[in-house]
């Protein structure tokens, strides 16, 4: 059975660096009542409440799995240096990465 993308609470997280969205569905309904309330509580600057934090949250509250894709067949990997390693972030190596090992070697030797 195909595995549905953040299937279980605290699981998973959507990177927002590279993701396709519709705009219209940000803008309507209860989605945007969220956007407009985390706008307005200002947590992404007092507690650092990132985006992948919010629209992971917007996303799994309101909308039905069968409208999520995962694309995977890619490496991808998105992190925050801080006095020169590694503070938050991370790789996930892709479906089609032939060299997924040297992949994962490379990040952590950076």
């Known amino acids: ?3 549905r993308y953040c299937a279980a609470l605290g699981q998973y997280g959507y990177y927002n660096n590279w993701f396709v969205t519709e705009i219209a569905w940000w803008r309507s309904g209860e989605a945007a009542k969220m956007v407009d309330a985390f706008d307005r509580s200002g947590l992404i600057f007092t507690r650092r409440a990132n985006d992948l934090i919010f629209q992971t949250a ?5 909308m039905p799995p069968d409208r999520r894709r995962r694309v995977v067949d890619f490496s991808y990997q998105h992190h925050t240096m801080r006095h020169g ?3 938050f972030g ?3 190596t892709g479906t089609r990465d032939r060299d997924a090992t040297a992949t994962v070697q490379r990040y952590v030797a950076a």
Not at 58 to 62: A, G, H, K, S, Y
Request: proline share 7%.
């Open 58 to 62: 917007v996303i799994r509250l309101f």
């Open 85 to 87: 390693r590694v503070n």
């Open 1 to 3: 059975p195909r595995r």
């Open 90 to 92: 991370g790789l996930e």
